[in-house]
């Protein structure tokens, strides 16, 4: 439905230029057809948006709850990977820190857009902007280890952490796990 819902938005854009664009005069049929292609365009886009909302809501395979578990389990992984990461080599600062993102980080970040329509959007940036800003810095401190920067992949390592646990304690306050 996404397609013939962007096909229709293109096609009734195209006439619509087409017949108003005064090519000896304007072609108000033209106009007219092309704005009925386009509003059928928006109402398919909008019902396929909602379809996908609805499913992604019902079939995302993870409950509030679980998702409010692997948040924990990133923040306490993170955390012990800050305390940790003075001692290991660069080389297996960046492993660590590759199988963190795609063990723990990866599922988690995939299962928490399903949950916008649950906790709001002003809710939900206040909890997860925290939690996206925490993840790119533990992706920086990644890039920072396999560079071989030490300095930068601690220092980055250690604000994400705090990051996640802003976001942590932001999710602690919210009554979103109850929200199913």
Do not use: N
């Not at 389990?73 to 290991?88: F, I, Q, Y």
């Not at 600062?93 to 990866?106: C, I, K, V």
């Amino acid at each position: 439905m996404r397609l013939r819902a962007h096909v229709l938005l293109s096609l009734g854009t195209i006439l619509a230029t087409l017949g108003g664009a005064r090519l000896p005069v304007v072609e108000w049929s033209l106009v007219a057809v092309g704005a009925a292609v386009l509003v059928a365009g928006g109402v398919l886009h909008r019902l396929d948006a909602r379809k996908q909302r609805e499913a992604g809501a019902s079939s995302s395979g993870t409950s509030a709850a679980a998702e409010v578990e692997m948040l924990r389990a990133v923040s306490a992984e993170v955390e012990r990977l800050c305390e940790e990461a003075p001692a290991l080599s660069l080389e297996d600062l960046a492993d660590r820190l590759a199988a963190l993102e795609t063990r723990t980080m990866g599922p988690l970040g995939e299962s928490i857009p399903h949950r916008i329509a649950a906790m709001g959007g002003e809710r939900f940036a206040e909890v997860f902007g925290d939690y996206a800003a925490g993840e790119r810095l533990v992706h920086r401190a990644w890039s920072a280890a396999a560079d071989g920067h030490r300095p930068e992949a601690l220092r980055a390592l250690e604000a994400g952490a705090r990051r996640i646990r802003a976001a942590l304690a932001a999710l602690d306050a919210t009554a979103w796990p109850q929200q199913r």
